[in-house]
């Protein structure tokens, strides 16, 4: 039997994770799961893979607003304000219309990330699609890298870490949700699952990048995991390690339901 073990939430992209107990999933994934972004002065993205000090930063929503925590540097509550003025933000491919925060928010981001940044949210009022070469039936996503849900199997990191000097905890590779139960790499054959009443579409091995390699209580950039990765895990369009997912539908997953594979290749 295929349970789910642990659900996580990243408000800000790129930023500190939050374990829940429950998922509400709903038009772009997720509640709360990458609303907010950091963006250079040209309103492009700024990630771990720029600057690994990000993942420190802690963004905690709720009640019409975000506060942010980093060591060192205390805490900012800052309202979110859809009506902000428009900027466009750029993430990856796609240029996003979004609502920027304001010069406090900037101003507490900029010193503490050493560079000029700003913080931008995502509307609701915005529609960013996912790549139609891989879910044609077509599904919104916020500021994630491509698709609302990452899901990545327990015996997966597991056979991860058999091959590797020094274990590596999940959070390497920032998962919405974790499982328990399948063999290693198993949900790279899923296509099709269920959990309650929902129903998930596994679209695309996530490809890695140096994300991986931070360790996300530093900060600080290594070799591992996509060194001893690439030795078995590269695939045409780079090294895959968990699975892109797509949800059809609105409601709420939890921690201890059983996934339901229910077609794969």
């Not at 390497?172 to 899923?190: K, L, M, Q, T, Y």
């Amino acid at each position: 039997m295929i349970t789910i073990t642990d659900l996580h939430v990243y408000p800000l992209k790129g930023g500190r994770g939050i374990v829940r107990p429950e998922l509400v999933l709903g038009r772009l994934g997720p509640d709360a799961d990458r609303r907010w972004m950091v963006v250079d002065g040209a309103g492009h993205l700024v990630t771990q893979r720029e600057i690994g000090r990000l993942c420190l930063i802690g963004a905690t929503p709720g009640n019409g607003q975000l506060t942010l925590d980093a060591p060192g540097q205390g805490s900012l509550t800052v309202p979110t304000d859809p009506q902000a003025p428009r900027r466009l933000a750029r993430i990856w491919n796609d240029w996003v219309d979004s609502a920027d925060q304001g010069d406090q928010a900037a101003a507490w981001l900029s010193d503490f990330l050493g560079a000029p940044v700003r913080l931008v949210y995502y509307p609701d009022d915005v529609t960013r699609r996912t790549d139609p070469d891989y879910d044609p039936a077509g599904s919104a996503v916020s500021f994630a890298d491509g698709y609302p849900l990452l899901l990545v199997g327990e015996a997966s990191l597991t056979e991860l870490n058999r091959r590797l000097v020094e274990p590596l905890p999940m959070n390497r590779f920032r998962p919405n949700i974790v499982v328990r139960g399948s063999e290693a790499f198993e949900e790279d054959r899923w296509r099709r699952f269920g959990i309650g009443g929902l129903i998930f579409d596994a679209v695309k091995p996530c490809a890695r990048c140096t994300v991986t390699t931070t360790d996300q209580a530093t900060g600080i950039h290594g070799q591992e995991p996509l060194r001893t990765m690439a030795t078995f895990r590269k695939r045409s369009g780079g090294v895959m390690f968990g699975m892109n997912v797509v949800h059809r539908g609105t409601g709420i997953i939890r921690v201890g339901q059983v996934v339901e594979v229910l077609s794969g290749s």
